[in-house]
């Protein structure tokens, strides 16, 4: 299902990131791990009563050298493409300035629904200047501070309550749901042309849950699949569609619908430092991953290049040890007949339950073959496990002490696991729990 989209607007310093952090909480990722990427995020999940949502920092879309009024208009315009909620926030120590009213005037057009939070109120004595803000017209302002974390639980009340009723999306459990990701120009549209166009299907193109998207429908080998384009819709001419920034929260919005991700790669100019972010995003939200090496028409390709690309490949990106690699030309269509049973093969995966027992089964052996490890004369005792949910396989292992389980046993069981099934294609995740 489709999660509610929560924007975050104001001027420069109202506090915007303050209170993103905030909402989002300590969240760390897989992304934010890697050296050298940038740590700031501007599109995150977060929850409040039980309903989750994703927040975006307009302000971390840095849209160039524009005065201050002209990036301020395109963050709202970014908002309000992109939300079902806004939160306006203003600096209550300055009161409402010019630009507040101008970026007040856009979003007041837009009849997206606003709330109004009025940052930096940090003593309640404070609680008393609000009333000024009534003038925007935006109803009740919301008190709050970011750095306190004071007043945010009844702004989100609020917020929660404009979420829209949104209807489940009608998900076909048959079909499989794809994305490409990439950096600009690796050939993600030109690899959806070749997929269309290649069998002379009937393709139709099926208006998205949100009014931006565009699902495309496949059948291919006997199975429907929906081709989530992110590629195809950058066609609007939005100044900020450029930005990098934009196209990372593009991406991850398409990588939340699917069930598979293909991770594009240009063989051309070989792998960047972006590719790794980008593919840290389609692994952290749990996805299954296929990666495409596209522009394969470029390498003078024998059996022993795609050996050392995939060498390559298997060195930046450590952590995607399970996800296949494809290599291809989206111009040429050669190998392209490579990608849909990788596609299937992920999905299937990523989708498969293992019975307890047979499970079990693969566990005693396990256990056999390399005896639990011991911390500080206690050893770790695993008692079953079981798989507790599918897109991603996640396995819980229950044991005497979970202190004891560490990281380098339970990537062994993890691996025994994956050799004992498969899995390829898909991340798996493994929880160790107490039970005596
Ligand atoms: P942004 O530019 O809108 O994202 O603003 P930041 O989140 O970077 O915050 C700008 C400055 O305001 C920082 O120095 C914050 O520490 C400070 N700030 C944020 N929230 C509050 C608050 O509730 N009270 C006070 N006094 N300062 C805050
Ligand atoms: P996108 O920005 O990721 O959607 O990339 P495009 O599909 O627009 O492709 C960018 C450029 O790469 C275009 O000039 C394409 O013609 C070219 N291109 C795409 N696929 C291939 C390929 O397989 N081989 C070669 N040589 N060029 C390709």
Same mark, same amino acid.
């Given at each position: ?8 607007? !104001? ?13 989002? !909480?300590?969240?760390?990722?897989? &992304? ?20 989750? %949502? ?18 301020? +208009?395109?963050? *709202? ?21 010019? *630009? ?7 979003? %007041? ?32 302002? %919301? ?9 945010? !639980? ?5 917020? &929660?309550?404009?979420?829209? /009723?949104?209807?489940? /999306? ?21 690899? &959806? ?15 998205? $849950? ?6 495309? @429908? ?11 384009? $992110?590629?195809?819709?950058?066609? +609007? ?6 930005? /990098? ?10 990588? /939340?619908?699917?069930? &598979? ?21 389609? @692994? ?29 490949? +298997? *060195? ?90 560490? %990281? ?16 390829? !294609? ?11």
């Amino acid at each position: 299902m489709r999660k509610s989209v929560v924007a975050i607007v !104001g001027r420069p310093n109202v506090g915007k990131s303050t209170i993103f952090n905030r909402l989002v !909480g300590e969240r760390i990722s897989i &992304v934010e791990d890697i050296p050298g990427v940038t740590r700031d995020r501007i599109y995150a999940s977060a929850d409040w009563l039980n309903q989750e %949502f994703n927040l975006i920092d307009t302000g971390g879309i840095e849209i160039g050298d524009e005065p201050l009024l002209v990036q301020m +208009r395109q963050q *709202a315009e970014v908002a309000i493409d992109e939300a079902d909620v806004i939160i306006f926030i203003l600096n209550g120590k300055e009161g409402i300035t010019g *630009a507040d009213e101008e970026v007040a005037k856009l979003l %007041f057009k837009s009849n997206k629904p606003i709330v109004l939070a009025i940052n930096k109120m940090d003593n309640p004595e404070m609680r008393e200047m609000i009333y000024e803000y009534y003038s925007l017209g935006f109803g009740e302002p %919301f008190p709050i501070s970011g750095s306190h974390g004071l007043g945010l !639980g009844d702004l989100l009340d609020e917020v &929660v309550n404009h979420f829209p /009723e949104i209807s489940e /999306e009608e998900v076909n459990e048959d079909t499989i749901y794809f994305s490409l990701i990439g950096r600009p120009n690796v050939g993600k549209s030109s690899l &959806v042309n070749a997929l269309l166009n290649e069998e002379r299907v009937i393709v139709s193109e099926i208006e998205g $849950t949100t009014r931006d998207a565009i699902d495309t @429908h496949l059948h291919k080998d006997d199975q429907d699949f929906i081709i989530i384009d $992110t590629a195809g819709m950058r066609k +609007r001419g939005k100044v900020y569609e450029t930005t /990098e920034k934009y196209s990372v929260l593009r991406a991850l919005k398409a990588i /939340e619908r699917s069930d &598979v991700v293909l991770v594009l790669i240009d063989a051309e100019t070989g792998i960047r430092e972006q590719d790794k972010k980008i593919a840290g995003y389609a @692994h952290d939200a749990g996805r299954a991953i296929v990666i495409v090496v596209n522009k394969w028409d470029t390498i003078e390709s024998d059996e022993k290049a795609i050996k050392e690309f995939e060498a390559k490949i +298997r *060195a930046h990106f450590l952590y995607l040890d399970y996800a296949p690699i494809v290599f291809l030309s989206a111009k040429t269509k050669k190998r392209m007949h490579t990608l849909i049973p990788a596609i299937k093969l992920a999905s299937d995966s990523h989708a498969k339950r293992i019975s307890t027992n047979v499970l079990n089964d693969v566990i005693m052996d396990a256990l056999a073959m390399n005896p639990t490890p011991t911390v500080k004369g206690k050893r770790l005792k695993v008692l079953y496990a079981t798989q507790v949910a599918v897109k991603p396989p996640s396995f819980v292992v229950f044991v005497n002490d979970p202190e004891l389980m560490h %990281f380098s046993y339970e990537r062994f069981l993890e691996n025994k696991i994956r050799d004992a099934f498969g899995f390829v !294609g898909t991340p798996i995740k493994l929880f160790a729990r107490r039970r005596q």
